[in-house]
């Protein structure tokens, strides 16, 4: 009698969901060998093809279609009874996943997913960074973290902080015989670092000034995606930079950087913590919110 596992009926919805054998892999904390092994492994015990696979891309076949359509729901109910069951762990465990981005991550690693694991020991996290904005349930999260008003509309969100602000920074030795810029026009004159968004555009820097925001295009000698490597480019004296205020605020303390236009870049949405609203979720989801809201009224009574 053949046997079939739930990890492999995950593994095809995870390849459906994501168009990409590499994709569902990392949303399975898998390799993409041992995906397409597992993959191919199921599809000889049905005896059927489930995906069209090429160099290029990755589709279901008509089995793949109809098989995907009957097991989803099953999937999902089997997923439920196990929440129902793991909400009744006296001892949290098991893997939750969070979607966020790399500054943000930076921001919340200690004070929340650190602190989370040290109170839980038996629960693991599989924090994932991206640019672009993703479906947390689609792609397989539990939570999202992102700004404010980027959260989507059906989520339950929770502000992990007071409002987050920019800074406009550069180097001692770069200021040395410059002119200091002191409206954001200014920066026309100065080289700077430009920074290309997830999407391929170069973003323009964003000022306010009496509630209307102004925005500047930039120009300078180096343009990056990362903004450690744009950190680095800042304190080597290369130009002026645009950051959130908590990747530069030692930096600042220490002298290393100066700040500029500070009254141009008044508190922006707070970073927020999100998830879609479950029924008997996992002990684990649940001391994870209960700490979220410990971390925002902890942050509100500052």
Request: aromatic residues 6%; charged residues 25%.
């Amino acid at each position: 009698m053949k046997t079939y596992k739930l990890t492999d009926f995950d593994a095809v919805l995870a390849i459906s969901r994501r168009g990409s054998f590499r994709a569902a892999a990392l949303d399975l904390g898998m390799s993409t060998s041992a995906l397409s092994n597992a993959i191919a492994k199921l599809e000889g015990q049905l005896g059927v093809r489930l995906f069209n696979r090429t160099t290029r891309s990755v589709s279901l076949t008509e089995a793949g279609h109809r098989f995907v359509d009957q097991v989803s729901p099953a999937v999902r109910d089997i997923h439920q009874a196990l929440d129902t069951v793991r909400s009744q762990q006296e001892t949290p465990s098991g893997t939750l996943r969070i979607n966020t981005f790399a500054t943000a991550a930076q921001e919340i690693l200690s004070p929340l997913v650190l602190e989370f694991l040290r109170r839980f020991p038996k629960v693991q996290i599989d924090l994932v960074t991206e640019g672009n904005l993703v479906d947390i349930v689609a792609d397989g999260f539990d939570f999202g973290v992102r700004s404010q008003h980027l959260v989507p509309s059906d989520m339950i969100a929770i502000p992990l902080g007071p409002p987050r602000r920019h800074a406009v920074v550069a180097a001692p030795s770069y200021l040395e015989n410059r002119e200091v810029p002191r409206v954001p026009s200014d920066l026309k004159a100065h080289p700077c670092i430009r920074v290309r968004l997830p999407n391929g555009a170069l973003f323009r820097w964003q000022f306010e000034s009496d509630g209307q925001p102004v925005q500047v295009d930039v120009d300078g000698p180096i343009t990056l995606d990362e903004a450690s490597l744009a950190r680095t480019a800042v304190l080597n004296g290369v130009g002026i930079g645009y950051f959130m205020e908590s990747n530069v605020r030692d930096d600042i303390a220490a002298g290393r950087l100066v700040r500029l236009l500070d009254e141009w870049t008044p508190p922006t949405a707070p970073l927020c913590l999100y998830y879609p609203s479950r029924r008997n979720p996992p002990a684990a989801f649940k001391v994870f919110v209960d700490l979220a809201r410990e971390l925002a009224r902890s942050s509100r009574n500052r």
